[in-house]
């Protein structure tokens, strides 16, 4: 009996988080299926390079649990948000925003990546996305998220598995 309560109990929990996240669920499985491809294009390019290290690749993966942790909290921060603005009779009608904008951001920075990537393995990447490249580079420098780290040199985006 026990376990029949458990799995109904986390079957309406699971069920509210999902009716709860709708807006955001497509956005994160994109995120996540760009990170995978971030990785394993980085991974390429590092051995090409002969650069591939388990270390930088350890890195990588955390970081991109990093990036699932930032869209958790902002997910939270838009609950705080929600509940906090029907307390005071306000309706919104977006209630993931600050989790949307984090994923979407989060996505075109992987993005980047992965053309970044590619064109070190030696795909021909056609010259107006290379030029989309550089805009929003310079645009997210300009935007206060520097595109380079200033701590080791690093391209943002560069997982420390190479690529």
């Not at 939270?76 to 600050?98: H, K, M, N, R, T």
Request: aromatic share 6%; hydrophobic share 50%.
């Amino acid at each position: 009996m026990k376990e029949k309560t458990l799995k109904g109990v986390v079957t309406v929990a699971l069920a509210a988080v999902g009716s709860y996240f709708r807006q955001l669920a497509l956005p994160v499985i994109l995120l996540a299926i760009v990170m995978v491809l971030d990785y394993a294009t980085g991974l390429a390019s590092a051995w090409i390079r002969r650069s591939l290290s388990s270390r930088s690749g350890l890195i990588g993966i955390i970081k991109k649990l990093g990036y699932m942790v930032l869209v958790a909290v902002a997910a939270v921060v838009d609950w705080i948000i929600q509940i906090s603005a029907e307390q005071a009779g306000i309706s919104i009608a977006l209630p993931s925003i600050f989790a949307l904008l984090t994923t979407i951001w989060l996505t075109l920075n992987e993005c980047i990546s992965i053309l970044e990537n590619l064109h070190e393995i030696g795909v021909p990447v056609p010259p107006f996305l290379l030029a989309v490249i550089e805009r929003l580079k310079k645009g997210t420098e300009n935007s206060g998220g520097s595109a380079e780290k200033k701590d080791d040199g690093k391209k943002d985006g560069d997982d420390g598995d190479g690529g």
